[in-house]
């Protein structure tokens, strides 16, 4: 029997974790503990919630205006109290954010195995975007299992010195969650576009585009609906206070725009599946959008979902107000052959049976290697 505990902070973590949950469950040689950080506290319950999926552990480490150190350090102390307390054989966080790096680093000098989900994306610009460049490198340093979505993240990791016998190619778990969402019925609702309207949706919360580049975006959204009579836009308003002034100071009294709360996953996939464009900073939305194959601006200078480029669903109109207008501006163009040719769903994020290979991988680990460098700590 194996103890394996994942930990999770924010909505695009439960999102991609608990599929993997959902699987390990199912091991009879497994015992899966789940602990939430409470980072994006509300955010990461709603998505829990549509998976059936309740923590074991709360850290309860948000505080308000609390910054990135602040939080990592609460996370830090947390952890280390829980993972003594419990002493499970592996930790797996997942992605970039601060309570993945922080978990990990303390399941590190706990002596314990971590496994990394979503290991070896790369913009390889530590800024962009910050902090998740920094955190998902860092990350890459202190695991023991890799779990690379797709053959370049593997790639990237081999380059980096990682041994490649810790690299598995898995898939993202995100095509197991949506396999999951888009199955279920839509608790909250249907999302009717009038006849004749095409759908824009956008979303933009990255910590770099705060300030200026966020306020640009939300200009090319207004002018884009001003020039565009059947053109409707929906933004769901991240929690960041910074986004919410920003987008109501610059779209209050724009025609045919809907701001609301962040619909919950079941609901946000239907409302992305009806949409004819999407306009975005997110990281975990390239992915969703590449696997339903909607045309996809992405509202950043580097992303480290270039598959989703290659794939031709996504493409890159830097952070600034005149990229993204002019990007959205020709992909509405009436009878327009580039839009066309980006309308694919693409298989190149994974095929849904991730958490399988996951969880297969962390069966077969060598448990013993790692309980005597434990011993040694
Ligand atoms: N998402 C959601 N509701 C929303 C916006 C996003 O459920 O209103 C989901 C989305 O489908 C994706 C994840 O949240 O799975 C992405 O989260 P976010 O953009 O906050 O983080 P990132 O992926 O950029 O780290």
């Not at 308000?64 to 993972?83: K, V």
């Not at 608790?187 to 200026?212: C, V, Y």
């Not at 946000?268 to 969703?288: C, N, P, V, W």
């Not at 996504?314 to 207008?325: F, T």
Request: aromatic share 6%.
């Amino acid at each position: 029997m194996r103890r394996i505990m994942t930990v999770m902070g924010t909505r695009p973590e439960a999102i991609k974790l608990c599929p993997l949950v959902q699987e390990l469950k199912k091991r009879r040689n497994v015992e899966v503990l789940v602990c939430s950080t409470g980072q994006h506290r509300s955010m990461l319950e709603s998505a829990l919630r549509a998976f059936e999926i309740r923590p074991d552990f709360d850290l309860d480490c948000m505080r308000t205006g609390q910054g990135h150190a602040t939080l990592s350090a609460r996370i830090l102390r947390g952890m280390d109290e829980l993972l003594r307390a419990e002493r499970p054989d592996i930790v797996l966080v997942q992605g970039d954010t601060t309570s993945a790096f922080s978990a990990a680093l303390a399941a590190f000098y706990a002596g314990i195995p971590i496994g990394h989900v979503e290991a070896g994306l790369r913009t390889y610009q530590m800024h962009a975007p910050f902090p998740e460049e920094m955190h998902r490198r860092s990350i890459a340093l202190l695991s023991d299992l890799h779990f690379a979505p797709t053959v370049t993240a593997k790639r990237n990791l081999v380059k980096e010195g990682i041994p490649e016998s810790s690299v598995f190619i898995t898939g993202n778990t995100v095509v197991d969650a949506m396999r999951i969402t888009l199955s279920k019925r839509d608790s909250q609702t249907d999302w009717e576009i009038p006849a004749g309207k095409r759908l824009i949706l956008f979303t933009a919360h990255r910590m770099e585009n705060l300030g200026t580049p966020i306020r640009g975006m939300f200009r090319a959204l207004r002018r884009i609906l001003e020039e565009h009579p059947d053109v409707l836009a929906i933004c769901p308003l991240h929690h960041n206070p910074e986004v919410r002034s920003a987008a109501r100071a610059i779209l209050y009294d724009a025609p045919r725009v809907r701001m609301i709360e962040p619909p919950e996953i079941v609901s946000f996939h239907r409302l992305m599946a009806k949409s004819y464009l999407i306009l975005t900073d997110s990281g975990g939305i390239q992915e969703e959008a590449s696997v339903m194959g909607i045309p996809t601006v992405v509202m950043r200078y580097a992303t480290e979902r270039s598959e989703g480029i290659r794939a031709g669903v996504l493409r890159l109109a830097g952070s600034g107000e005149e990229g993204i207008y002019h990007l959205a501006t020709r992909l509405l163009a009436p009878g327009s052959e580039e839009y066309e040719s980006m309308k694919r769903p693409s298989a190149i994020f994974g095929d849904g049976k991730a958490s399988v290979r996951i969880a297969d991988a962390l069966e077969k680990f060598d448990l013993d290697g790692s309980r005597a460098r434990a011993r040694m700590l």
